[in-house]
């Protein structure tokens, strides 16, 4: 329980809004208000966007990290549920009075970890949804849906799947707004300000 712990205080640390800090400026109250990746990269550009992205990444790789060192085992239900804590601590982050990010770069951290050729296929999935689309959501939603047959594809398997699937379960969740704009055809472009 103390890795869980752990992982959740280690999500709750939101880069967006460190870096947004850095840059003078309130994340919350630019772009579409949404403290991550692609709302950092819309309003201060592609260097700030790759101090969160790896930021936030490195949460999920930590979290799990920290459960694996106490089960021993990588692809372990503890090792994926302190990673699933620290997702749930970027969308509900204790230190920004709960107002968070969507959890994508954190899933993936943690992917990477467990199954390190499964969040590059992850990772893979986003960019080429992303390069043809120039839509960030769309692009963390295939990654959402493709997660579990790529994690069961490395050879995850019995609990270790369910905080697994909850992650991207709450990564899709996270999303709605994004599937209500886009299924209006008014979701945000990477680039649109």
């Known amino acids: ?3 869980v712990a752990g992982a959740y205080i ?8 460190v870096v947004g800090r850095m840059h003078g400026v309130d994340i919350h109250s630019v772009g579409s208000g949404n403290p991550g990746t692609a709302n950092v990269m819309r309003t201060l550009g592609r260097g700030p966007a790759a101090m969160v992205l790896v930021g936030d990444m490195l949460k999920g790789v930590v979290a799990a990290a920290l459960g694996m060192v106490v089960s021993g085992d990588p692809q372990s239900a503890l090792a ?32 990477l970890l467990v199954v390190p050729l499964g969040g ?43 905080p697994l699937a909850l992650i991207f379960l709450l990564v ?16 945000h472009s990477v680039t649109r300000n």
Not at 10 to 17: N, P, R, T
Not at 128 to 152: D, E, N
Not at 177 to 185: H, V
């Open 172 to 187: 899709i969740v996270r999303h709605r707004t994004n599937i209500q704009r886009l299924l209006a055809g008014e979701e």
């Open 10 to 17: 280690i999500g709750s640390l939101d880069f967006a809004v």
């Open 120 to 162: 590059l296929v992850l990772a893979g999935i986003w960019l080429l949804v992303v390069a043809i689309t120039r839509i960030s959501a769309l692009g963390s939603l295939a990654l959402s849906l493709a997660a579990v047959p790529v994690v069961m594809w490395q050879g995850v398997k019995g609990m270790a799947l369910v």
């Open 1 to 3: 329980m103390i890795a």
């Open 80 to 111: 994926v549920g302190a990673g699933l804590a620290a997702v749930v601590g970027h969308c509900y982050p204790l230190f920004h009075r709960f107002r968070g990010g969507k959890g994508v770069a954190t899933a993936v951290g943690v992917v």
